[in-house]
């Protein structure tokens, strides 16, 4: 199993970033499908979920994020708008077998992509 993430950059503030992750080896529909990001010195934090069509977002993500799959492709997509120097972080797509519900827990997932830094200026 293999999950590529990319798309991060430097953007200012107000901009928007498309995050891509792509998967080999598993079948999107077995799994739930999740965004996290993290910050230096910080824990992985949460952003959404996908699971067999359903969405699921932090608080924080709601009306901000948007995740969506190409299953043809086997690809995942985490739309970002709005950022702000705060969504500094790096950028990590992960698949487990957990329920929509449980999908916030980073102990859920069972493989993780290399992640991708996304910077935010003021």
């Known amino acids: 199993v293999q999950l590529q993430a990319f798309g991060g950059g430097l953007v200012q503030a107000g901009a928007s970033l498309r995050l891509t992750c792509v998967a080999s080896g598993v079948t999107f529909n077995d799994y739930t499908m999740g965004w996290y990001r993290q910050v230096p010195g910080k824990e992985r934090e949460f952003v959404a979920a996908w699971r067999l069509g359903r969405t699921f977002y932090a608080d924080s993500a709601k009306g901000r994020r948007t995740i969506s799959r190409d299953i043809a492709k086997n690809t995942m997509y985490l739309q970002m708008n709005n950022l702000q120097p705060e969504d500094t972080a790096v950028y990590f797509c992960?698949?487990?077998?957990?329920?929509?519900?449980?999908?916030?827990?980073?102990?859920?997932?069972?493989?993780w992509g290399q992640g991708t830094l996304v910077t935010v200026s003021s």
């Open positions: 992960a698949a487990g077998r957990a329920i929509l519900s449980s999908s916030r827990y980073s102990t859920c997932y069972l493989y």
